[in-house]
Every structure is written in C-alpha cells, then in structure tokens.
C-alpha cells in the first residue's frame, strides 16, 4: 500500500482537497469596465462599482465567461447551459459592497477531471467539483503606517474562477503535481497567467488524515498558498500536526490555518465556531446566465492542444521518453520552442537529440545565468546547426559542449565558431593512423601490457591519440584503428 502514514496507532490516510482561485485573463473587471491589469499605482482601477457607491449595476463581462467555459473544456467538465450569480455576505474592509458576487448554487461548470503526473511516470485522475466565477477582494497593507492601514481597491472586482477538486489527492507530491498541472492546462488555454507570485493563482488547501477504509477526518484548510514549494511544506507541517494530535487522543478542529514561509509552519486564523453565516441568495441585479450551443461550441473550436495531447505526440512523432516529453510540455513557450528547433533541423532523427540538449544543455545554463525561453542568447536554428553538425560527425559530442558554452557567450553560429576555433573534427583515417602510429611507439610498456591481456590499458591509449589531436578525433575511427593495430 503506498502512501499511507505510519503512526503509533497503526496506519493513517492523509486526504486533501484544493481549492483554486485562478484570476481570468481579461482587460477589464468581472462586472465593471475597469482595468483588470496588475502593478497599476494604487486605487487607480477603480470605478464606482468596485468602490461600493450606493445604486451602481453590475454589467457581466463577457470575456470573462468564456475564460471559463474555456477553462472548463480543457477539464472536460461540464458546461452548465444556466448559471446563476449569489450574493456571498460578509464584513471586511477590502470588500466595498459588502458581500462578493460568486456562483453558489448554480455554477457555470461542474465535473471534469485534470490527470496528474507523479513519478515513475504514472499518472492519477483528479476529479473537479465544480468551477465558480467570482469577484476577487480588494488588498489592505498594514505595515506601511504605525496606526493606520492601506487599502487598495485597484483588485477587488476582478474576475477570479475557483476551481475545487474532489477530495482525491493523497500525499503533498499528488497535490503539488495538481497545481502544476492545472496550471500547466490554464497557461496553454491562456485563460490565466499563472503567476503565483502576482496572486494570480491562490490555492487552499483542504487537509484531514483517517484510517483507511474509515470515514473521512476533519479537515483544517490553509488560505491562500501562492508557491508550490509552500504548498508541500505547509502540507508536509499540517500532517505531522494533525498526526500528532489525534496519536495524542485529541481532536482535529475545523479551521482556517495560514502557512507562514519564513516559519515554515501554519497557524490557526479562525476556527469554524467563528464561521459565518454567509445568507447566499440570488443577485437581483443580475439575470441568470444563460448559455448558447454556439457560443459553447465556438470556444471548443478555438481550443489549442493542451500538454497530456502534446506530449502524447511528441512521444510518438519524436520518439521521446515520457519523462523528456513530460519535462518539454509542461510550459507551451519550451514546446513551442522545441518544435522550432526540430523544424530547423535534419528533423526526425535529430528530434530525440534535441531534447536532450534542451533538457540538460540548455536549461542548466538557463538556471545558471537566470534566463528563460524567450531572452536566449542564440537563435533557435543554431542549436538545430550545432545537433546536426554532431549527426554528421563534423564534431564530437564532447566539442559540441565547448562550442555550446561560445555559441552561449558570444550568439554566434556554430559553424562559424568550430572555424574560428579549429574544432573541426579530425575523420581523417591517415591523420588519426599516423597520430596512433606515434602513441603505440612512444608508449611500448602499455603496448605490451595490453598485448598480455591487460585490456584496461586501452582506455589509456585511445586517451593519448585524442590528446596528440587536440580532442578533435573521430572518436569511433580513433578506436577503430587503435583496436586493429594493436591486434598484431
Ligand atoms: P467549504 O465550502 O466549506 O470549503 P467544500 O465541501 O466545498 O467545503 O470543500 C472544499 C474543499 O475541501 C474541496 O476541495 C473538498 O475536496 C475538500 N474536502 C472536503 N472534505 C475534506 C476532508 N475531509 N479532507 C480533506 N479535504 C476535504
Ligand atoms: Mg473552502
């Protein structure tokens, strides 16, 4: 059995559910014209209706709801032909009207599934409950002053989709590789940027531990988790917490919890007895939300292939490993930029070379020097040249690291640079006969030796003959002849 928890009383279940929230790409807000865009001077994207004023009305945005009937295709959920908008009430200062609009009892999609990829290349189904458009809050800062707060209004308003998962994933990895993923499917559909770090996508995490084939536990929730990484401590942390207590013969309670990073542990926010009483009811303001086939099957139509779909192919149509593939697909930009490469390349066979230069060549200078796909200091075809240049044998795989780390440096071609740098490779057979000629007499013992049986010694000297030609042998032709020399 995998994934079960050892404990002092025997073995434990660890059960999680996700909530979420993913800001939908658009220009303007859910219900107002105001712009939607991140980083604007404070309380600048505000009209009234974000503000709160009395008799202001709520005007749907329409691209915002096809972000998520988009969203809800690419989860093969299903899109709910009537939604309708509840007014969810409750105090607090970033919320200006005084409750937020959301989708309660009718959602606009429900079901659905993301399958997520764990390692050993197995993958999982997660099921979707449902996903929700709502207003997102306003934000308040309380350490700019010593007795006030701020707040800025420029977010409330803008549209969020709050995507909740069945309660399915069973370690910290399962749920780490959901976010990933869901992620991975909203970036492809261009339906939400993704970035954790602007809080463009928040998660709550929904944690209780039981015995197997026991009911479910209760359940504490962590608020607003914008890294991965947060997302598998404050997992990890809330395990061992629950864990604890209930070994100890205490109860779990019901709770908000926050995840503090610096501390890595999480601490109770409020408790369900402070739960409040939300008194959802239809907006009045607002029609429900109907549905046309049309409208639907347009959005169908425009769908562009998403990862699980690419990387089925590129492990067909380039022979690549799952992994490889799995690791090309994650972000479209490297997906896309593979497929230039092979494009410009001898193609096919060149396909699976690529990816390994990619995955390992490329993206470990990427990490070094902190860039990304888009500002490489080569043109995609010159990597395709430097592939090509190692099928045809014109360098060895081992040069073409040297030429890689100057085509890095300097962006230019590596034809250009072998030229320049005289790293052409040497497939010459008098050339390399005459360089061996000279390592067999200037070495008579390990001759000998080798002769005797001492077969170690070979690796010796192919050694030298690559040395007396700067590295630049044909590494197969230098064996070769070594080999059939040696033999007499
Ligand atoms: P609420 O609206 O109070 O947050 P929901 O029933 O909508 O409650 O559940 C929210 C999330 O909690 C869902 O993602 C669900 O899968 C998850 N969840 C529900 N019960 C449990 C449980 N016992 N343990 C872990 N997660 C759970
Ligand atoms: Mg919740």
């Not at 939908?24 to 209706?49: E, M, Q, R």
């Not at 350490?143 to 803008?158: E, K, T």
């Not at 939300?289 to 380039?318: G, Q, T």
């Amino acid at each position: 059995m995998k994934n079960l928890i050892q404990g002092q009383t025997g073995l434990w279940e660890v059960v999680i559910g996700l909530e979420v929230h993913a800001q939908a790409v658009s220009n303007a807000k859910l219900f107002s014209g105001a712009s939607a865009v991140f980083g604007a001077d404070p309380n600048t994207h505000v009209t009234f209706l974000d503000a709160g004023m009395p008799g202001m009305l709520p005007v749907l945005n329409k691209a915002c709801v096809d972000q998520a009937i988009k969203t809800g295709l690419g989860m093969n959920s299903t899109i709910n032909r009537v939604s309708v908008f509840d007014r969810k009430n409750y105090f607090y200062p970033d919320l200006p009207l005084g409750y937020q609009i959301s989708q309660f009892y009718y959602p606009i999609v429900t079901g659905g599934y993301v399958d997520i990829d764990l390692e050993n290349s197995e993958t999982k189904r997660i099921n979707i409950t449902r996903l929700h458009l709502e207003q997102d809050a306003g934000k308040s800062t309380h350490d700019l002053h010593p007795n006030l707060s701020y707040i800025d209004f420029n977010r409330a308003g803008v549209a969020l989709m709050e995507i909740v998962s069945e309660p399915e994933m069973r370690s910290a990895q399962e749920a780490m590789a959901y976010v990933k993923k869901l992620r991975s499917i909203l970036r492809y559909l261009g339906t939400c940027d993704g970035n954790m770090e602007q809080g463009s996508l928040r998660v709550d995490a929904n944690i209780s531990l039981h015995k197997p084939d026991t009911p479910f536990g209760t359940r504490a929730e962590i608020k607003n988790v914008n890294s991965v990484r947060f997302l598998g401590q404050a997992i990890e942390y809330e395990i061992v917490r629950q864990l604890e207590i209930i070994e100890s013969g205490g109860t779990v309670v019901q709770e908000t919890r926050l995840f503090d990073p610096t501390k890595g542990v999480t601490r109770s926010m409020r408790s369900k007895e402070d739960a409040m009483d939300y008194r959802y009811f239809p907006d009045p303001d607002l029609r429900p939300l109907v549905l046309d086939e049309a409208r639907i099957e347009a959005i169908r139509a425009s769908m562009p292939e998403l990862p699980d779909a690419k990387r089925d192919r590129f492990i067909k149509e380039f022979t690549l490993t799952e992994y490889d593939a799995n690791v090309l697909v994650a972000e479209k930009e490297v997906a896309d930029f593979y497929e230039l490469i092979v494009g410009h390349s001898k193609g096919q066979g060149a396909a699976k070379l690529i990816a390994n230069w990619l995955i390992v060549e490329v993206f470990g200078a990427m990490n070094r020097d902190g860039k990304n796909i888009d500002n490489l200091p080569f043109a995609p075809q010159h990597l395709a040249n430097l592939v090509d240049l190692i099928i045809d044998d014109t360098i060895s795989g081992k040069i073409a690291k040297d030429v890689f780390a100057k085509m890095w440096e300097s962006g230019k071609a590596p034809a250009q640079l072998i030229d320049e740098l005289g790293l052409k490779q040497v497939s010459d057979t008098s050339v390399i006969e005459k360089a061996v000629d000279e390592v067999l007499a200037a070495n008579p013992t390990q001759v000998e030796q080798y002769r005797a049986g001492k077969e170690q010694v070979f690796g010796f000297l192919v050694g030298q003959v690559m040395k007396a030609l700067q590295g630049k042998a044909n590494p197969g032709v230098a064996n070769t002849i070594l080999k059939k020399k040696l033999e007499f």
